[in-house]
């Protein structure tokens, strides 16, 4: 079975000042690894993903993450925090048959100025 | 190029009546996703259809749910004598069948059931 853990709930952070989630997983099988956003009564859309090769990816926004298998992570970061990032975070986990994507409870980020 | 659509973007319904949401993937995206996600929690995973073939159901799909794809075009997601508990946001989303694993969702429709 594949699980997917989103320690923080909720994070607030200054604007300008960095960011870090931090997603953690489980699977048994081949391993997919996904971070969306979600603006308020929106859908998804996809800020970066990691398939194989490089272990550090930089997705759209200036966001980043490390795929860790040791630690069974994939956290995301990004050095420089704006108001407009303010949303919800979900880490996704992929890899079963068919690639339907387990996700995280979700992260809400609010940037204050 | 036009992303995933969901119709309507939100739905008000009394219990126990019948709903019907429809998604329209990304053209040429051979496998399209619903998932469910209530208020604070991540998506759930519902089903999913490669071209017109429904491949994999969750146990969440009841009896009362269900999901098709004519043609392997659109899809429709019908509940059944609507439930409190059914109220959510509900997602699509599709994928292209080769070389890619990410998933494209549309900006999906909430279901408030009174």
Known sequence: ?113 | DTGVSQDPRHKITKRGQNVTFRCDPISEHNRLYWYRQTLGQGPEFLTYFQNEAQLEKSRLLSDRFSAERPKGSFSTLEIQRTEQGDSAMYLCASSPRQGAYEQYFGPGTRLTVT
């Open chain 1, 1 to 113: 079975a594949q699980s997917v853990t989103q320690l923080d709930s909720q994070v607030p952070v200054f604007e300008e000042a960095p960011v870090e989630l931090r997603c953690n997983y489980s699977s048994s099988v081949s391993v997919y690894l996904f971070w969306y956003v979600q603006y308020p009564n929106q859908g998804l859309q996809l800020l970066l993903k990691y398939l194989s090769g490089s272990t550090l990816v930089k997705g759209i926004n200036g966001f980043e993450a490390e795929f860790n298998k040791s630690q069974t992570s994939f956290h995301l970061r990004k050095p420089s925090v704006h108001i407009s990032d303010t949303a919800e975070y979900f880490c996704a986990l992929g890899g079963t048959a068919g690639n339907k994507l387990t996700f995280g409870g979700g992260t809400r980020v609010l940037v204050k100025p």
